[in-house]
């Protein structure tokens, strides 16, 4: 790859990691093809648009796409670089193990244009081994190719691995300036890779093999997986013991050497809540740890249900808000949201008493058809509403100032409202209200 001669783009998959990475690659000055199989995404990225709630990437769509330098299609086309940042959600067999079915579509798509001298990247959070398959599938569709790895001598085609590390909200800035780990199927894949990153990366890239990447990312995201089963643990031990979980943890971070997280209704979001199980599909034997850590925020959740059914059954007939439904503060992302989980429960149960505040959705997601809940915004709530469940630290649920919340029954499961008055025992549990 030349220095002086931008190399064509083709991002497949325009969801929260392909549309961002398209668009910065595009801002860098390569004629970029977003890819993706739906055709809605595909109009609304071309009118300049976007499907999803980023900061700053509205903005930055528009403009490289004003520019001529973003287009969307349904349809691929040759280009010099791939990159595929398609899901890896779980088989439906209900065992937790990863399904790379969209990876390898996203392959054959692209082996279907594919020529000599081309890079192909695999985003995707996958299980080891992956790039490699994705690697063989390709090479079973164009034998006219040498691909790296299966022949002797300088290969046709680089493959490489080189997973995200962003942080919801700031998906653009860290895109730019985090490190990156850059595993080829072979070392000259992997500098051919590192060639492309380094033209809108800041941060260090560092070259690895192709496997080794694979689970270093998984790892990364089980570190914090296990980090987070210790605070939601401690959480519920606390309850147990009728004791103040967030001033616990407060005075024992004042150890120079702890840092305990913050404890939550549980794990959400596509790469913590999934991640760990691909590193236990690999080696169920080797993870107690892993799948421990997993269960206890899994549980954790439940938990969650059951304070929250002690409130509500504790104040008959007073409509109940749940505040927040997205895995993580300040995003429209509710993949595998724990708060998601513990509302549409409580809608299925309640019915028209339950009422919904999420400031990131135009509508109910698909479960709460039928339910009797509703949508409703937080001035409503607070007017309206005697029990206030916390499922997720919005900076908008976090301004409500003391007075507006005094006189409510309140379950607070980010600790957002340490100055809410009053503690009461309800079913052997202590709960704010």
């Avoid at 080189?162 to 080829?184: A, F, H, M, Q, Y």
């Avoid at 439940?302 to 997205?326: F, Q, Y």
């Avoid at 916390?390 to 507006?404: G, I, M, N, Q, Y």
């Amino acid at each position: 790859m030349q220095a002086d001669i931008k190399p064509t783009v083709c991002v497949v998959g325009l969801g929260y990691i392909g549309l961002p990475t398209a668009a910065i690659v595009a801002r860098a000055g390569h004629q970029v093809l977003g890819l993706d199989v739906t055709q809605s995404v595909v109009d609304t990225i071309n009118r300049g648009e976007i499907h999803i709630e980023e900061v700053d990437l509205d903005g930055l769509v528009h403009a490289v796409v004003q520019r001529g330098l973003l287009r969307a299609s349904t349809h691929i086309e040759p280009c010099d670089v791939f990159v595929i940042a398609v899901p890896t959600p779980f088989a439906k067999d209900d065992h937790h193990t990863p399904d790379i079915s969209y990876v390898l579509a996203a392959a054959t798509e692209v082996a279907g244009v594919l020529k000599a001298g081309d890079t192909v990247i695999l985003e995707s959070t996958s299980p080891v081994g992956t790039t490699e398959a994705m690697r063989d599938l390709m090479a079973g569709l164009r034998p006219d190719l040498k691909f790296p790895g299966l022949v002797a001598g300088t290969p046709d085609v680089s493959i490489a691995y080189c997973p995200e590390r962003v942080l919801p909200g700031k998906i653009l800035e860290e895109l730019t300036n985090n490190d990156r780990s850059i595993g080829g199927i072979t070392p000259r894949c992997a500098r051919k890779a590192l060639s492309f990153y380094k033209r809108f990366v800041r941060g260090a890239c560092i070259t690895t093999d192709a496997r080794s990447a694979e689970m270093t990312k998984l790892v990364e995201n089980a570190y914090r997986d296990v980090n987070i089963a210790f605070a939601n643990e401690l959480s519920i031990v606390a309850d147990a013991m009728n004791l103040d979980v967030w001033e616990v943890i407060k005075l024992a971070n004042r150890h120079p050497r702890v840092n305990i997280l913050t404890p939550g209704p549980g794990v959400g979001g596509h790469c913590i809540a999934v991640d760990p199980w691909f590193i236990v599909s690999a080696a169920p034997e080797q993870t107690p740890l892993i799948r421990t850590a997993r269960e206890v925020n899994d549980k954790k959740i439940h938990h969650v249900i059951a304070r929250a059914t002690a409130l509500i059954e504790a104040n008959p007939g007073v409509p109940v808000a749940c505040l927040g439904l997205a895995f993580k503060a300040n995003i429209d992302d509710f993949r595998e949201s724990p708060a998601r989980l513990v509302a549409a429960t409580l809608a299925r149960k309640y019915g028209s008493r339950i009422r919904i505040v999420e400031p990131y959705a135009a509508q109910l997601p698909r479960e709460f058809e039928g339910t009797g809940a509703s949508l409703i915004d937080l001035d409503a709530a607070l007017e309206d509403c005697g029990v206030l469940i916390v499922l997720v630290d919005h900076d908008v649920f976090k301004s409500v100032p003391l007075a507006e919340r005094a006189r409510h029954a309140v379950y607070d499961t980010r600790g957002i409202w340490p100055d809410q008055p009053g503690q009461v025992e309800v079913a052997g549990l202590r709960l704010v209200g």
